[in-house]
């Protein structure tokens, strides 16, 4: 089970910091993400991490946004800094069930969160 929390609203240029709590068996080497969805908009994948260290963007929010896992393993965080007003959407953290090598693609994961609302202001 995946529980997303975090969200909230701020202003452009503010942070955020979401956070994703795994009960059950976790895998360090499966994929774990991050997803958005705007309203009137499809859902687009944000950022993904496997193991500690191996940590994917968009390019939409590279450099403005970090994944990263405690050492326990049982909790995925995403810091958001830099927010925009085009950032404004539900998240949710999501978790593969297997390696797939492939970690932008919403289908391949089978676990979700509940989401999490963030509201950029201008």
């Known amino acids: 089970q995946l529980q997303a929390s975090g969200g909230g609203l701020v202003q452009a240029g503010g942070s955020l910091r979401l956070s994703c709590a795994v009960s059950?068996?976790?895998?360090?080497?499966?994929?774990m993400g991050w997803f958005r969805q705007a309203p009137g908009k499809e859902r687009e994948f944000v950022a993904a991490?496997?193991?500690?260290?191996?940590?994917y963007y968009a390019d939409s929010v590279k450099g403005r946004f970090t994944i990263s896992r405690d050492n326990t393993k049982t909790t995925v965080y995403l810091q958001m800094s830099s927010l925009k007003p085009e950032d404004t959407a539900v998240y949710y953290c999501?978790?593969?069930?297997?390696?797939?090598?492939?970690?932008?693609?919403?289908?391949?994961?089978?676990?979700w969160g509940q989401g999490t609302l963030v509201t950029v202001s201008s």
């Open positions: 059950g068996r976790t895998y360090s080497d499966y994929f």
């Open positions: 999501a978790s593969q069930g297997k390696f797939t090598g492939s970690y932008h693609d919403g289908t391949l994961y089978n676990y």
């Open positions: 991490i496997r193991w500690s260290t191996n940590t």
